[in-house]
């Protein structure tokens, strides 16, 4: 599984813009970038997910990077809800997500 | 907005005691998923399924590990005797057929809000 590499932890104050990065310099052009989100005591969340261009859905947006081997999560306006651990994750077609740690991002009233 | 539902929502047994988990997946899903997550741990593929048979598993889903689709809807993970170490939290996911267009959601896994189970 192609591996990426996040910041353990992030604090966001509510209501600014959080921008969550992720690196994935062994991303084969095949991976899609996911994005899941788990919120205390519940199930994965998908958030977003894209290949080549950036992406923008009600949840979020993703950017990118022209080389592929990063991207990052922007969330417009960070709520209480919206804490959370973030998981970027690479995957083609059907297979498996496999989870890493993630980033626990705090956001601070 | 359809979404992945599990029963129960909290399982307690006897160690040794078979127990099946329940999930009914997005309706026109195709792929289906079981994770576990330990308390504290990160979340871990078990097995996924397609076509009425097991497309892959993990080292984890060994013989006390099994998964059916009785019938149209509903997806079982049935673990024959439980050990202690099974306690952990159990995700269903589905997906869709894919081949839509990039950032559509089409083609990503949903899971479900999990399936608590405590072995005693």
């Known amino acids: 599984d192609a591996k990426t590499t996040q910041p353990n932890s992030m604090e966001s104050n509510e209501e600014e813009p959080v921008h969550l990065p992720c690196n994935h310099s062994t991303i084969s052009g095949t991976d899609y970038i996911h994005w899941y989100r788990q919120l205390p005591s519940q199930g994965p969340e998908y958030v977003i997910h894209?290949?080549?261009s950036n992406v923008n859905n009600r949840m979020a947006s993703l950017a990118i990077a022209e080389d592929r081997k990063s991207s990052t999560l922007i969330l417009h306006r960070a709520t209480l809800r919206d804490a959370a651990v973030y998981y970027c994750i690479l995957s083609g077609g059907y297979q498996k997500v496999t989870f890493g740690t993630g980033t626990k991002l705090q956001v601070i009233p | 907005e359809p979404e992945v539902t599990q029963t129960p929502s909290h399982q307690v047994t006897q160690m040794g005691q078979e127990v099946i988990l329940r999930c009914v997946p997005i309706s026109n899903h195709l792929y289906f998923y079981w994770y576990r997550q330990i308390l504290g741990q990160k979340v871990e593929f078990l097995v996924s399924f397609y076509n009425n048979e097991i497309s892959e598993k993990s080292e984890i889903f060994d013989d006390q590990f099994s998964v059916e689709r009785p019938d149209g809807s509903n997806f079982t993970l049935k673990i024959r005797s439980t050990k202690l170490e099974d306690s952990a939290m159990y995700f269903c996911?589905?997906?869709?057929?894919?081949?839509?267009?990039?950032?559509?959601?089409?083609?990503?896994?949903?899971f479900g809000p999990g399936t608590r189970l405590t072995v005693l």
């Open positions: 894209g290949l080549t």
């Open positions: 996911a589905s997906r869709g057929l894919g081949l839509a267009k990039v950032g559509s959601s089409t083609d990503t896994q949903y």
